[in-house]
């Protein structure tokens, strides 16, 4: 079993600025162009059908999504 090594400060300044960064239009055509296997079609039905049915409404889902981001934060290192 390996041990969890936390990121380091670079570290997680290069994944920020890599998931912050914004696409270009051919980037985000070439994400689209790229069809959906049957399996990952069918993964995909299921995780919303499941979504769905633990969080029926809206408020229900907007109220997930406030807990998860908290959550989320909280984990997250520092920005600095």
């Given at each position: 079993?390996?041990?969890?090594?936390?990121?380091?400060?670079?570290?997680?300044?290069?994944?920020?600025?890599?998931?912050?960064r914004?696409?270009?239009?051919?980037?985000?055509?070439?994400?689209?162009?790229i069809?959906?296997?049957?399996?990952?079609?069918?993964?995909?039905?299921?995780?919303?059908d499941?979504?769905?049915?633990?969080y029926?409404?809206?408020?229900?889902?907007?109220?997930?999504?406030?807990?998860?981001?908290?959550?989320?934060?909280k984990?997250?290192?520092?920005?600095?």
């Amino acid at each position: 079993m390996t041990r969890f090594v936390p990121p380091t400060r670079d570290e997680v300044r290069a994944i920020r600025a890599e998931a912050d960064r914004l696409l270009t239009m051919d980037e985000v055509r070439a994400l689209d162009a790229i069809p959906l296997g049957d399996e990952e079609r069918a993964e995909y039905v299921s995780l919303i059908d499941w979504f769905c049915r633990r969080y029926p409404t809206a408020e229900d889902r907007l109220r997930y999504a406030r807990r998860a981001y908290a959550r989320w934060a909280k984990a997250s290192p520092p920005i600095e």
